[in-house]
T-cell receptor, first 111, second 112 residues
Framework: NAGVTQTPKFQVLKTGQSMTLQCAQDMNHNSMYWYRQDPGMGLRLIYYSASEGTTDKGEVPNGYNVSRLNKREFSLRLESAAPSQTSVYFC??????????FGDGTRLSIL | QKEVEQNSGPLSVPEGAIASLNCTYSDRGSQSFFWYRQYSGKSPELIMSIYSNGDKEDGRFTAQLNKASQYVSLLIRDSQPSDSATYLCAVRNSGSARQLTFGSGTQLTVLP
């Protein structure tokens, strides 16, 4: 049982490049989330999807877009990467009132 | 803005001691509270969840919740060097799609 799988694990981009971070869960969870974590800080919510077909902004959505492709997959896109988006990105999923399950993270550096 | 505050670290305790981690939250309607442990370079892993006032024990870990004071704590008894990590308090917001708001974390070091 893989849980929450994120790809890629590491990525280096140049300013202005675009990329998509992928997330897939095999637990049949309805809700999925994208967070970013910067040094010395907790996780901040970028976007979430309460259920298939819906997406909503979180605390720090600027510069990002998301797609809930199906119940399993929730992708995060950076259209024009900026150095301020250098961070570790975590995807999570949850069902009912259970705790969220996290992926291993994507470490993204933007030069 | 719904906030979760954790006592600033880093926190150092000797091996075998009790480590006490504290957290306060601003959303009075919150009903679910979680403690995650995060090792350096790793993803957060759940160690405790608590939903009712009082204490909840799981092995060496005890979570304490006081909704009237909007306060959550985590006690780690007989601390081990392997407990050295950052501990994140997370609160599930009321009226939302199971969103969590995280504190900034407390870095714990257990000294051998």
């Amino acid at each position: 049982n893989a849980g929450v799988t994120q790809t890629p694990k590491f990525q280096v981009l140049k300013t202005g490049q675009s990329m998509t971070l992928q997330c897939a869960q095999d637990m049949n969870h309805n809700s999925m989330y994208w967070y970013r974590q910067d040094p010395g800080m907790g996780l901040r919510l970028i976007y979430y999807s309460a259920s298939e077909g819906t997406t909503d902004k979180g605390e720090v959505p600027n510069g990002y877009n998301v797609s809930r492709l199906n119940k399993r997959e929730f992708s995060l896109r950076l259209e024009s990467a900026a150095p301020s988006q250098t961070s570790v990105y975590f995807c999570a999923s949850v069902d009912s009132n259970q705790p969220q399950h996290f992926g291993d993270g994507t470490r993204l550096s933007i030069l | 803005q719904k906030e979760v505050e954790q006592n600033s670290g880093p926190l150092s305790v000797p091996e075998g001691a009790i480590a006490s981690l504290n957290c306060t939250y601003s959303d009075r309607g919150s009903q679910s509270f979680f403690w995650y442990r995060q090792y350096s370079g790793k993803s957060p892993e759940l160690i405790m969840s608590i939903y009712s006032n009082g204490d909840k024990e799981d092995g060496r870990f005890t979570a304490q919740l006081n909704k009237a004071s909007q306060y959550v704590s985590l006690l780690i008894r007989d601390s081990q060097p392997s407990d050295s990590a950052t501990y994140l308090c997370a609160v599930r917001n009321s009226g939302s799609a199971r969103q969590l708001t995280f504190g900034s974390g407390t870095q714990l070091t257990v000294l051998p």
